[in-house]
């Protein structure tokens, strides 16, 4: 069974960091993209950050400069680390796995497996 795990959020202010992990259990992700999203209350789910199986990263203008996606394939967990925080980062944020292996997509359709979400709070 393939489960994805968030963990690192909480409440920052602005200015402040902090760090994402997503646990990657039940497949081996090595080979696939994978991505973070997030979802603010009212709004759609957006892409915030993609990595390739190769290790090319993509990140949403809106967080280019300030978030920073890596992964570690030995332990099978992707990591989100996100600094210069914004009151407009609160959301839902959300780690997401595929199965497919050309290339990575912004398309929340693209990813077969989902987190349950961690929240970030950015107080304005």
């Known amino acids: 069974q393939v489960q994805l795990v968030e963990s690192g959020g909480g409440s920052v202010q602005a200015g402040g960091s902090l760090g994402l992990a997503c646990a990657v259990s039940?497949?081996?992700?090595?080979?696939?993209?994978l991505g973070w999203f997030r979802q603010a209350p009212g709004k759609e789910r957006e892409g915030v950050a993609l990595i390739a199986s190769f290790g090319i990263t993509k990140y949403a203008d809106s967080v280019k400069g300030r978030f920073t996606i890596s992964k570690d394939n030995a332990k099978n967990t992707v990591h989100l680390q996100m600094d210069s925080l914004k009151p407009e980062d609160t959301a839902m944020y959300y780690c997401?796995?595929?199965?497919?292996?050309?290339?990575?997509?912004?398309?929340?359709?693209?990813?077969?497996?989902w987190g349950q979400g961690t929240q970030v709070t950015v107080p304005s």
């Open positions: 997401a796995s595929s199965l497919r292996s050309n290339g990575c997509s912004w398309s929340p359709n693209f990813f077969t497996y």
């Open positions: 039940g497949y081996t992700y090595s080979s696939y993209c």
